[in-house]
């Protein structure tokens, strides 16, 4: 049996990999790993990470619940 256990939410802790700002997007990788990123870099860099990802956590609809 396989078990798929749900990613933890992303917190103020999580930082973007490519500028630091707090992170809203996870990208788990199918050959392993995780990339984090910001809503700008998450809506750059995801059309060419997609096909390489095994699980996108997009959390970026909380940007809007803050306004």
């Given at each position: 049996?396989v078990?798929?256990?749900?990613p933890?939410?992303?917190?103020?802790?999580d930082?973007?990999?490519?500028?630091?700002?707090?992170?809203?997007?996870?990208v788990?990788?199918?050959?392993?790993g995780?990339?984090?990123?910001?809503?700008?870099?998450?809506?750059?860099?995801?059309p060419?990470?997609?096909?390489?990802?095994?699980?996108?956590?997009?959390?970026?609809e909380?940007?809007?619940?803050?306004?």
């Amino acid at each position: 049996m396989v078990t798929t256990l749900s990613p933890s939410p992303l917190t103020a802790s999580d930082r973007c990999d490519r500028c630091g700002a707090q992170a809203y997007v996870r990208v788990t990788l199918s050959k392993g790993g995780e990339l984090l990123f910001c809503g700008h870099h998450a809506r750059k860099h995801l059309p060419a990470l997609t096909p390489l990802a095994a699980h996108i956590q997009d959390e970026t609809e909380s940007l809007a619940d803050s306004n």
